[in-house]
């Protein structure tokens, strides 16, 4: 006698699914960027993306406060600066709003991870993530000035620096010099597989930064996977803590590779244009935006990534509650 196979019967109910269920985020695998102004008393929503803000020193701080509260334990700092130059030497400014809130949030918070973006595209003129010069992008000089940044920020208080440029050989520079300044506990979250992607325009929007070509030189092709796997080893074995896919949604194999690849925690950051196609969509009546975002964000949990980075976190912090 066959005895009839049913999968149904561990659908049959909520509890019986919840009971089984094999993936599940919780607020702390999330991570909650916020972008730092130089001006007072500011909180700015950007319509594109209703989670982005943009914030002032004491905006921000009640925003991590919140967070916190809510069981997220890491934040993401970008700095926005309306004074740029070819150098972005604003990056370097030791008095800041963005090194100064780095101070406020540790001391304020100080069970709250405070990580920062470790790039000059916030504080350059041409809109690149390095020095640029006559049409080129100047890997080493630009990797001096991102070493010097990354002590800035940890200095500052900063526990994970999370460089986002893409220059070759910038983690193993950046953990040599945070090791001879007497940062040795600094972890390194690196944008090991940053791809030259489309879903980065409400981003952009957020910093008002401008291009001047394209990335295309140095952040990654998304037809190349192989690829991934050889940043990744590099990154490695040059000292990184933790490693990063970006962005998530359309790169999920990538995450899944470096899932399989490496002992280091794997980080997914759901980046604004990918966070914005699901406001698109939901105002539009496609479909309906909560159950959009806990599927996309449970789609990266899936597919290997232990960290995400995302918008929406607190969003899906309270859901969880």
């Known amino acids: 006698m066959n005895i009839p196979v049913r999968p149904r019967r561990l659908r049959q109910s909520e509890a019986v699914r919840n009971l089984i269920q094999e993936t599940r985020t919780h607020p702390s695998q999330f991570i909650y ?18 989670s982005a803000l943009t914030l002032s020193m004491d905006e921000a701080l009640k925003e991590a406060k919140e967070a916190h509260q809510l069981g997220i334990k890491g934040i993401l700092l970008f700095g926005v600066s309306d004074k740029r130059d070819s150098r972005g030497s604003e ?10 809130t780095i101070s406020e949030i540790r001391e304020a918070c100080p069970g709250l991870l405070v990580a920062t973006d470790i790039a000059l595209d916030p504080y350059t003129d ?20 991102l070493s010097e940044m990354s002590v800035l920020h940890a200095k500052a208080g ?31 979250l690196s944008y090991t597989a940053k791809y030259a992607s489309s879903m980065y325009g ?6 008002s930064s401008e291009v001047v070509g394209d990335k295309k030189t140095y952040q990654m092709d998304p037809a190349n996977r192989r690829e991934a796997l050889r ?22 194999d990538i995450i899944s590779d470096f899932k399989k690849h490496s002992n280091v925690p794997v980080v997914a950051y759901h980046v604004s244009g990918e966070c914005a196609m699901i406001e698109v969509g939901a105002k539009a009546g496609l479909f309906n935006r909560e159950r959009a975002i806990q599927e996309n964000i449970i789609s990266m949990r899936r597919a290997g990534a232990d960290i995400i980075v995302t918008y929406f976190a607190k969003e899906l912090a309270r859901a969880s509650i």
Do not use: C
């Open 231 to 252: 940043e990744l080893t590099l990154d490695l074995n040059e000292g990184a803590d933790m490693v990063m896919v970006k962005p998530a949604s359309w790169y999920l």
């Open 202 to 207: 409400p981003f952009r929007e957020v910093l």
């Open 91 to 100: 990056a370097l400014r030791k008095d800041s709003a963005l090194v100064r």
């Open 158 to 188: 900063a526990q994970i620096l999370a460089p986002s440029d893409m220059m070759d050989g910038r983690i193993g520079a950046i953990r040599r010099t945070l090791d001879q300044s007497g940062h040795e506990d600094s972890l390194l």
């Open 33 to 50: 960027p916020l972008f730092i102004s130089e001006q007072k008393s500011l909180r700015k929503i950007h319509p594109q993306l209703s």
């Open 126 to 145: 041409h809109g690149h993530d390095g020095l640029f010069e006559n049409g080129k992008i100047l890997n080493d000089a630009s990797i001096e000035v």
